[in-house]
C-alpha cells in the first residue's frame, strides 16, 4: 500500500472520530445546563481550552459566550477542528482514494456532510442542538458500522482504525477533563447532591451509563467511573480498550516495534496512575501524560509508515 493511501484512510478514521467526540463534548456541557439548578451553570471556555483551539478562538471573538463557542465548534468552517471541518476533511479525503472503500461508505460521508451544511442553522439555538448532534453521532456510527461490515479488513482497514482508536483515546480523556472542570464548590455543600448527577451526564454522552452499571454494580461515583472509563478492558469507548486494539492493529503491520514500545508506556500508566487521580489537579495532570503519550504514539506512527509528508 502506497503510504500516500494509508495516511489518508488513516486521517478518514480521526477525522470522523473527531467529529462524532466534539459532538459529544458540546452535548456534555448542553446535558449539564438542562440537569443542574439554575445556579449552577457550566463554563463553556474549557472546551476550547481541551480541544487546543482557545489561541484561535480569542483571534476572532472578543468575548465567551455559549453561543459564540458552539457556532466556533459546531459549525464554523475557519475552525479546523469544528464538526463541520472534520467532515469536509473526511469527506475530501474519502474522495481522493473512493476506489479503497465501498461505494456506499463515499456516498454516506458525502450525504453526511451536505445534510450537516444545510441544516447548521438548527444548531444554532439550545433547543435544536441536541437534536442537530445526535443526528451527526448516529450518521458518524453508521459509517462504522458500514465500514466493519462492506469493507475488506485489509491493511487500509488496519489504518482507518488505528486512526479511529487513537482520536477515540485521546478524546475520551478530554470528555473527562471537561467534567473535571464543572466541578461543584466545596463551599456550596447544599449542591453537592448533584455530584453525581454529573458523573451520570458524562457517562450517557459516552453512551456508556448501561454498560458502567452493568460492569461495575455500583452506584454512580467519581472512582468507579474513572476506573472505568480508563481502564475497562470490554468497553469499546475506554483508554484501555482503544489501546489494546492499536496494539491488535499494529501487530499485524510490518516494522510496528517502535509504535508497540509505545503501547507499553500506555498501558503503563493506565495501570500504574489510575488510582492516584483523588483529586482534580492530579486527573488534570493524569490526563495531560496520557495525552502527550498519545500524541508521541501517533508522531512514530506517522514516520514509520507516512515518511513523505513527517
Not at 189 to 200: I, R, T, V
Not at 270 to 293: C, E, F, G, M, R
Request: net charge neutral; hydrophobic share 40%; with cysteine.
Amino acid at each position: 500500500m502506497l503510504s500516500r493511501v494509508a495516511e489518508t484512510i488513516y486521517w478518514i478514521g480521526r477525522y470522523q472520530e473527531r467529529a462524532e467526540n466534539t459532538a459529544r463534548l458540546i452535548k456534555v456541557n448542553t446535558n449539564l445546563i438542562l440537569d443542574l439548578p439554575k445556579g449552577l451553570m457550566p463554563d463553556w471556555e474549557p472546551l476550547i481550552t481541551i480541544l487546543g483551539s482557545a489561541q484561535l478562538y480569542h483571534e476572532r471573538h472578543p468575548e465567551v459566550t455559549e453561543r459564540r463557542i458552539t457556532n466556533f465548534l459546531i459549525t464554523d468552517e475557519s475552525n479546523p477542528d469544528s464538526i463541520i471541518s472534520c467532515l469536509a476533511s473526511a469527506r475530501e479525503s474519502a474522495r481522493t482514494i473512493r476506489e479503497i472503500m465501498p461505494r456506499e461508505s463515499w456516498e454516506l460521508i458525502n450525504s453526511m456532510y451536505n445534510n450537516a451544511l444545510d441544516n447548521k442553522a438548527s444548531s444554532y439555538a439550545r433547543q435544536g442542538r441536541l437534536a442537530y448532534l445526535e443526528k451527526i453521532m448516529a450518521d458518524l456510527q453508521q459509517l462504522i458500522g458500514q465500514l466493519a461490515g462492506a469493507m475488506t479488513h485489509d491493511r487500509a482497514y488496519v489504518f482507518l482504525n488505528l486512526g479511529r482508536k487513537i482520536e477515540r483515546a485521546d478524546m475520551t480523556t478530554r470528555i473527562i477533563d471537561v467534567r473535571a472542570e464543572n466541578t461543584i464548590p466545596d463551599d456550596v455543600p447544599e449542591l453537592k447532591p448533584f455530584e453525581d448527577m454529573l458523573w451520570m451526564s458524562m457517562l450517557k454522552s459516552l453512551t456508556a451509563y448501561q454498560m458502567y452499571r452493568q460492569s461495575m454494580q455500583v452506584r454512580i461515583r467519581r472512582d468507579e467511573v474513572l476506573s472505568f472509563l480508563f481502564c475497562h478492558t470490554k468497553f469499546p469507548r475506554s483508554v484501555s480498550y482503544c489501546v489494546d486494539n492499536m496494539r491488535y492493529y499494529l501487530s499485524t503491520l510490518p516494522n510496528s516495534e517502535v509504535c508497540l514500545k509505545h503501547i507499553e508506556t500506555l498501558n503503563q500508566t493506565l495501570d500504574s496512575s489510575v488510582k492516584k487521580t483523588s483529586d482534580n489537579p492530579a486527573l488534570h495532570q493524569y490526563i495531560d501524560k496520557l495525552q502527550i503519550q498519545l500524541a508521541d504514539l501517533h508522531i512514530d506512527i506517522a514516520r514509520t509508515y507516512f515518511p513523505e509528508h513527517v
